[in-house]
C-alpha cells in the first residue's frame, strides 16, 4: 500500500513564504517522476511543477521565478517552496508521484491536498 503524506499548507501573508512537503510511504521499488497541482476556488485542478529523478524541472506559467520545487530521494520527499506569494495562489495543492513496484509497473499516486490560504 502507497501513500503520499502531505504537510505544510495553512495562512500566510502576501509577499511571504511557505513550504509545502509530500513524502511517499509504504512498499515500493522507487519513485519517478514527482509533481505539484492546485485547485483554485471555482476552478479544476491545475498543473504547478514537476521534477523528475534526475532533478530535471518545469513549472507553470504563473509560477515560475517564485516557486521552487526540489526532491530528497533518501527520504522519497518531494517539496515545493513558495516565495512572494499572491491572493491568486490561494488553493488546495496536491502532490503526485509515479511509483513503480516491485514488478516494475508504474503507478500514479496523489496526495489528499493541503490548504494554502494568501490573506492578509
Known amino acids: 500500500q502507497v501513500d503520499l503524506v502531505q504537510t505544510g499548507g495553512g495562512l500566510v501573508q502576501p509577499g511571504g513564504s511557505l513550504r509545502l512537503s509530500c513524502a511517499v510511504t509504504?512498499?515500493?521499488?522507487?519513485?519517478?517522476?514527482m509533481a505539484w497541482y492546485r485547485q483554485r476556488p471555482g476552478n479544476e485542478r491545475e498543473f504547478v511543477a514537476t521534477?523528475?529523478?534526475?532533478?530535471?524541472?518545469k513549472y507553470a506559467d504563473s509560477v515560475k521565478g517564485r516557486f521552487i520545487i526540489s526532491r530528497d530521494d533518501p527520504k522519497n520527499t518531494v517539496y515545493l517552496e513558495m516565495d512572494s506569494v499572491k491572493p491568486e495562489d490561494t488553493a488546495v495543492y496536491y502532490c503526485?508521484?509515479?511509483?513503480?513496484?516491485?514488478?516494475?509497473?508504474?503507478?500514479?499516486?496523489w496526495g489528499r491536498g493541503t490548504q494554502v490560504t494568501v490573506s492578509p
Open positions: 503526485n508521484a509515479r511509483v513503480i513496484d516491485r514488478m516494475s509497473f508504474e503507478y500514479l499516486h
Open positions: 521534477i523528475t529523478p534526475t532533478g530535471g524541472t
Open positions: 509504504g512498499r515500493f521499488f522507487s519513485v519517478n517522476a
